[in-house]
């Protein structure tokens, strides 16, 4: 069973291994600073006992033992993108939600993590009004991008060189709201 859980200050340090350890990337101290501000735009995911109960899922903030007893096993920030009469043109001013990092360890993968994980994004955008979730995916990465088709993103663009450290060009994923 997985729990999601805002990420305090003291937790911090958890998300930056988990983007390392899973993603090989770094981002700057700021990066890391503004997560406790985040709230639902910021997640750290846990494996937790199944205590046998049913538990509603507007609850999954409040899980008891989602620190104590859990373990972090996966994480996702994002950033409110908001409107941009350049960029998004006049007819919809709208924010978009960004998916700047989700990452799932390796052996909890393919058990529903990263699709919580995903799906609380999408419920908050909806929440906020946004008109779309949107992320990048490495050009190469042929599993993500089947992932997030099979819920419902589709490529909507090309970055090239957009992976400075490492090289390579990303996809614009975007699921409409």
Known sequence: MFVLKDIPKSRVSTLKTIVSVVLGASYS???YADVP????????IYEVPDSGESSDENDHHDHPSSESNGVPVG??????????????GPADTRPRVYIMVIAVLAPFRGLGAGTMMLNHIVEHAK????????LHV???????????????FVETGRVPGYYRQTGGDAFIYTLDL
């Open 37 to 44: 501000r985040l709230g639902p735009l910021a997640q750290l």
């Open 138 to 152: 490495r050009a190469t990465d042929t599993d993500s991008q089947q992932w997030y088709s099979r819920r419902g």
């Open 29 to 31: 101290s700021q990066w």
């Open 127 to 134: 929440q906020l009004d946004a008109k779309a979730v949107y």
């Open 75 to 88: 994480a996702i920030r994002c950033a409110l993108d908001p409107y941009n009469p350049v960029k998004d």
